[in-house]
């Protein structure tokens, strides 16, 4: 039996389903890449979503990047996001959420002893009925916080 | 296709799969408690498995827990996890993989502005055959480091 959405997450209802698509990324260290991206955001019935997220190559379909984590919406519109990265970051994000903009700003990222060092990032996501558009800015490796991901991405389930 | 394991997670092999069965909580806060659990470790041939977990009421089968995340081991049996929590937490472990005993200690947690305070854990994980029993250990809410969880689970795939 679907349990019901829980009411407090009801102002992330647009988030939930299966999305996929395709992101370009860049970054002063890395060659440009583009990728494509699976995005899926469920839920058990409790105030918040599970997340989970990953990437492949567009060319051979080998995987690139994924993170999981949960998004916890409060009341007045604000928003807190926990994210488990397997580079070795784990990372709390807080923000907004306005109709169908949702921003992200990272408050802390712990890292493993072997991990790069990340110093954190930005989210920006709006959904737009089955489309789902995202960027992502990082500040990272010694550089300061700047465009890193865009992505968009089409409701599949 | 699946992929081959990578090298350096070949020492997780055991984890690998699926795992269900019950465990017993307890802390000075709560009232004792028992829980099913639903365990998966599974690996996109990258140098980490990735994990997710959850549990629910014996009572009612209505969800309790989840979290999820990665698990990196190192070379010299040493092995890094970053795990997020929805409760609003974001955790580093470092440890030991020695044979099938695993051996965790958080290095650091980091937790929204909404959630209780968690001041770290340690975990044991021990794999026989198809047998994976754990126990946690957690200082949380003002509480030391004390017994929170034990677990046992066998492998359903």
Do not use: C, N
Request: hydrophobic content about 40%; aromatic content about 8%; glycine content about 12%.
């Amino acid at each position: 039996m679907k349990p019901e959405l829980h009411p407090t997450t009801e102002i992330l209802a647009p988030l939930l389903g299966v999305w996929r698509g395709e992101g370009q990324g860049e970054y002063p260290t890395i060659e440009p890449f583009s990728y494509g991206e699976e995005v899926t955001f469920s839920h058990v019935g409790k105030p918040f979503l599970a997340y989970a997220q990953r990437t492949w190559s567009l060319a051979d379909g080998a995987p690139l990047h994924g993170e999981s984590g949960y998004w916890r919406p409060l009341d007045g519109g604000r928003i807190e996001v926990v994210l488990a990265h397997p580079f070795g970051a784990a990372e709390v994000l807080v923000g907004t959420v306005a109709g169908v903009a949702i921003r992200l700003v990272s408050q802390q990222v712990a890292t493993t002893p072997s991990a790069k060092r990340i110093d954190g990032s930005e989210r920006d996501l709006d959904v737009e009925g089955d489309t789902l558009r995202y960027v992502v800015r990082m500040a990272a490796v010694g550089q300061p916080l700047r465009h890193h991901l865009a992505g968009a991405l089409r409701r599949v389930t």
